[in-house]
């Protein structure tokens, strides 16, 4: 697509998305040319890419374990060896820094693509049959909705003996999925009054067929986006119920219970550097895709002029 | 419309039956209860007795019998008791508590309203200004930052470096009472209040400029110019009337982000709220009242929607059920 020659003209694709030489590109390239031309979804894609090279590539970064505890350096402050000082377990907090991003990143990510299969998963069913089924699947979103998600996941967390990383990106998962649901349910139902539906229905296609070759890609830039923001509401997730105390326990390093830390009036007080870059990895990743996902939601629907 | 509110009423029955249910059920999956989360770790208690306890306590009827007694009760007002604090009586443990809860979560919904509805106003009036600008980066932010680490940056910097307001607790000397009283209150609770209205008024400022800017493109605000109005009734008399709409809905949805959200920020604040009650009490397995407290925080949510459902449908005559 760089040498495609269209590129240097400054023909604005919003203004007229009718013009001829738009024809010949698939709907997906348009969107990719709009979120290009964003300027600030690509600064932070970039930041999003650094912070993910820094967790991918921790050991390169610090030879120190995250999990080794050493009572003799405990709540010390920065030093050559301990860039950010150490913990109240003595564990080096520079590396669980960088561990711990790994590990908010990928409860984030997992946590993100389950809520997502369950929302599409019962959005299709309960959008494409109607009926009895939809009903029942939206009776269910109900009572799911009745109790803030947190209190929801808390009880379940109390419920469930020892949390693991696996369990705890279950119990997320399966507290979070009505909202997709709803969306996905909502999408499908003006899609299936849509002649092309009607049409693939008349020549036979399998009712999986359709769901799957029609409203799917159809419906596929509101669910990006919306699994783009689900995963910052992840990672906050994440840190909230870590920090409290509900989430990934010790000794695995999260962002969350890296600041839970500071719920020490000690730690809170003299050592700022423990509890701060944790907090603004949690922030500069959340903003990070929050504006990726306000990028491709312009990209995907170029008509949400929204200002 | 009267009829639309009937509907609307009716409609809530059922639901808080569920919730009443849905609240027993997840206490009734727990693997253990307050007997075994306290006393079975304590080998010299003899398993006799402790199976004497557990029939005392009726926690080995058969769960429908053990929902009836529950739910029989709680409509006479009794939640029962604590299975941890001695027996105490959980309205009595939740009464102050949710007191304290409620005076947070208004006065946190009042600087939210307070804040983010003129300045969405005046965002929309005179957007890409130098305000708008900040204002639109202060929402970004504000939706992106965990409130807990606000709120742990809030206490660092205002009451441990500054010392403008107290980290944590509800009021400083017991003894003031009077106006002094209710001024050291509101004292205490601007920090909390603010970190749990972050979000919301992020939210509610990005929601007021867009909907103002949509009405004021509208053709009957137009009409209004045209008509020779003045900029400030063309606002007030028009605008603002119609932008409020959506709002006031997301408002009543707020009561839960708001419920929810109390829980994080009143740990961080040591508030001693419902939020800290419920996480000690779900750390302790007091069952009673973890589902006295679930409880509230659904009923309560339920209201806000039932509520938000009514007023939208006074405003706006054009909703109809179904």
Known sequence: ?307 | MYKYIIRRILVFIPMLFILTIMVFGLAQLAPGDALTGQSLADPNVDPEVYEQQREALGLNDPIPVQYGRWISSVAQGDLGNSLVFNGRSVAELIESRFANTLYLGFFSLCITILVSIPIGIYSAKRPYSLLDYGATGFGFLGLAIPNFFFGLIAIYILSIKLGWFPAQGTMSAPGVTGFEAFIDRIHHMILPGITLGLAGTATYMRYMRSEVLDVLGSDYIRTARAKGMSDSSVLYKHTLRNALIPIITLMGFEIGVLLGGAVITEQVFQYPGLGTLFLSSVTNRDYPVVMAIAMILGILILIGNLLADIFYSIIDPRIRYD
């Open chain 1, 1 to 307: 697509m760089q040498s495609n020659p269209q590129e240097i003209q400054p023909e604005n694709p919003e203004t007229n998305p009718n013009a001829n030489k738009e024809k010949s590109n698939s709907p997906f390239q348009l969107a990719l040319r709009r979120f290009l031309k964003n300027k600030m979804a690509l600064i932070s894609v970039f930041i999003l890419l650094i912070i993910i090279i820094l967790c991918i590539l921790a050991p390169v970064f610090t030879d120190l374990d995250p999990e080794k505890t050493n009572l003799l350096l405990i709540e010390k402050g920065p030093s050559e060896e301990h860039i950010l000082g150490t913990n109240g377990m003595g564990q080096d907090n520079f590396s669980r820094l960088l561990y711990g991003g790994r590990i908010s990143l990928i409860v984030g990510l997992s946590a993100m693509f389950f809520t997502l299969v369950i929302g599409v998963v019962l959005g299709s069913i309960g959008g494409y049959y109607g009926g009895i089924i939809d009903n029942i699947i939206m009776r269910a979103t109900d009572i799911m909705l009745m109790l803030p998600f947190l209190v929801l996941a808390l009880t379940i967390m109390a419920i469930v003996d020892k949390v693991t990383i696996g369990l705890f990106v279950a119990i997320i998962a399966l507290t979070a999925w009505p909202n997709l649901t709803r969306i996905i349910r909502g999408m499908y139902l003006s899609l299936r009054e849509q002649e092309f539906v009607l049409g693939a229905r008349a020549i036979g296609a399998s009712d999986f067929r359709i769901i799957f070759k029609h409203f799917i890609p159809n419906a596929i830039g509101p669910i990006i986006v919306n699994a783009t923001l689900m995963m910052a509401t992840m990672i906050i997730a994440e840190s909230a119920l870590s920090f409290i105390g509900f989430g990934i326990p010790q000794p695995t390093p999260t962002w969350g219970n890296m600041i839970s830390e500071a719920q020490n009036i000690r730690i809170l007080r003299n050592h700022p550097e423990a509890w701060i870059p944790p907090g603004l990895g949690i922030l500069v990743t959340v903003l990070a895709i929050n504006f990726i996902g306000d990028g491709l939601r312009d990209a995907f629907d170029p008509k949400s002029n929204r200002r």
